[in-house]
């Protein structure tokens, strides 16, 4: 089918750019799809399918009413997510978690996107800037961006590097953390550009928890490198906390949990050693743990971090990890469209985004999809209220999360502004999701694309 209509170039074809191209044709606005697979392989994908699942099969939860990513499904539901209308065609039992057939869903993926009229698909690697005649663009090139690519990004934003050997802290619900026994201070109190002296959150050890935690650190287990990982060295500013423990007895005290500066307001006294917690989104309602990059694995970190006197009860928003990833800068680099301040004939989607996992890069594929195709048809282009699961993860990557401390995230309730205070627990979730799920209704309701 020929358009009058110009075409949007989407360079890559995983799960954010495949659902960017399905949002631009069912808008009647023609699509181009750059795949450099198989031509140019990256070190994870194994086929040259479009939407290829580079890892686990799993979606995770699919309950929209108590699991921020399941409501996250629903809404893609809802806006006629191509990702999402493949996964529920191939899913397969796992539970309340959605897990599909790879294979299934990815050829479910590829064929729907060729056979569309508005969608072409052109194998071949970008391997710098687009020419400039191609006036929209969409990259959707992901956490293994091709060098070439990354370099030219990385250059026109003025960033040294997007290819990152990504040290990821862990990230807790404030609401999960024990206020009767972390306290609030900055070290030496001090009050910074933006601080109020009581900044941090602190948890105090005592010489036993201390020692009982370390020895916790040297034993737990570790996940793995990947072979292509291995040839990638540790930054000395960013070791895991296991690899610093295994340095000797006192490294972590003169390290991330050293106690100087900071006085117990239960014991009028400076601790063995401290765990501090530094907010990590505008609303306050997520925080990380400082300096706590980590390969244990995620059963562990569970299990070891609510040793911790403050954290017994810490419900993670995320937990550590250290991958190559490549990703931008996104609060700082990106506009509230995901067009790049620098260049914004230049979009961005997926991963690269500071998204974190299939489910989330291909939602921020549909907003991106959507906001592309707005502006070809010359209609306004409508943000997702903040208070829904796409309107809150945009919002953390445009702004919300802190530009110093940015890291690729998961999809969740702590993203949301908050509901009633007294709701807790369940209730508060499943009275989050409702709010969403009806503010969704709304963004979608007047038009599909546009409101005035
Ligand atoms: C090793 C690894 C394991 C992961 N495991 C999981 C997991 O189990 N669960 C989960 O939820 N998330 C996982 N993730 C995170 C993330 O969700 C996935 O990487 C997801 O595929 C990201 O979607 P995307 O569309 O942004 O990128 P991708 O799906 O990777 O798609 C990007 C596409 O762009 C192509 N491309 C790159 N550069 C160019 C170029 N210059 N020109 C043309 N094409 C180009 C690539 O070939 C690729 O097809 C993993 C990531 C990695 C790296």
């Given at each position: 089918m020929t358009s009058s209509i110009k075409a949007v170039h989407i360079i890559g074809g995983g799960l954010a750019g495949s659902e960017a191209a399905w949002q631009l044709a069912s808008a009647s606005v023609p699509a181009v799809l750059h795949e450099m697979r198989p031509m140019r392989p990256t070190e994870a994908h194994q086929t040259d399918s479009l939407a290829e699942l580079v890892c686990s099969n799993s979606f995770r939860s699919d309950d929209a009413h108590n699991n921020a990513v399941g409501l996250l499904h629903e809404e893609m539901r809802r806006a006629n997510s191509l990702i999402m209308r493949a996964a529920d065609t191939h899913k397969l039992p796992a539970g309340g978690a959605l897990a599909v057939d790879r294979h299934g869903f990815s050829a479910a993926v590829q064929s729907a996107l060729l056979a569309h009229p508005l969608v072409t698909l052109e194998r071949g690697e970008i391997a710098g800037l687009p020419p400039e005649d191609w006036d929209s663009v969409i990259v959707a090139t992901g956490p293994l961006t091709s060098p070439a690519l990354a370099e030219a990004i990385a250059r026109l934003s003025g960033e040294a590097s997007l290819a990152f050997f990504d040290a990821i802290a862990p990230i807790v619900h404030y609401d999960s953390i024990d206020l009767s026994v972390a306290w609030k201070q900055s070290r030496y109190d001090k009050g910074g550009p933006a601080g109020d002296g009581a900044d941090y959150l602190n948890c105090p050890l005592n010489k036993e928890e201390y020692e009982t935690f370390v020895a916790?650190?040297?034993?737990?287990?570790?996940?793995?490198?990947?072979?292509?990982?291995?040839?990638?060295?540790?930054?000395?500013?960013?070791?895991?906390?296991?690899?610093?423990?295994?340095?000797?007895?006192?490294?972590?005290?003169?390290?991330?949990?050293?106690?100087?500066?900071?006085?117990?307001?239960?014991?009028?006294?400076?601790?063995?050693?401290?765990?501090?917690?530094?907010?990590?989104?505008?609303?306050?309602?997520?925080?990380?743990?400082?300096?706590?990059?980590?390969?244990?694995?995620?059963?562990?970190?569970?299990?070891?971090?609510?040793?911790?006197?403050?954290?017994?009860?810490?419900e993670f928003a995320r937990l550590g990890g250290l991958h190559r990833n490549t990703f931008l800068n996104s609060p700082r680099l990106l506009d509230g469209q995901l067009r790049l301040k620098a260049m914004p004939r230049l979009r961005f989607a997926g991963q690269i985004t500071g998204c974190e996992g299939y489910v989330e890069s291909a939602a921020v594929g549909l907003l991106t999809g959507r906001f592309a195709a707005a502006e070809r048809l010359g209609l306004a282009s409508h943000l997702p209220p903040a208070t829904t699961a796409m309107g809150a993860l945009l919002g953390h990557i445009t702004g919300g999360a802190d530009a110093t401390t940015f890291q690729p995230m998961n999809v969740n309730f702590g993203l949301f502004p908050p509901i009633d205070g007294n709701l807790r627990g369940k209730e508060r979730k499943q009275a989050l999701a409702a709010r969403a799920l009806r503010d969704f209704d709304t963004w979608l309701a007047p038009r599909p694309l546009a409101a005035e």
């Open positions: 916790g650190l040297l034993t737990g287990e570790k996940t793995e490198f990947k072979e292509w990982e291995t040839s990638t060295p540790y930054f000395d500013g960013c070791l895991p906390i296991e690899v610093m423990a295994a340095r000797g007895p006192d490294t972590l005290r003169w390290g991330p949990m050293k106690p100087v500066g900071l006085r117990d307001p239960r014991t009028g006294r400076r601790p063995w050693a401290v765990v501090q917690l530094r907010q990590d989104n505008a609303l306050g309602t997520l925080w990380n743990i400082v300096g706590f990059q980590t390969k244990l694995k995620h059963g562990e970190q569970r299990r070891l971090f609510r040793t911790i006197p403050g954290l017994q009860g810490a």
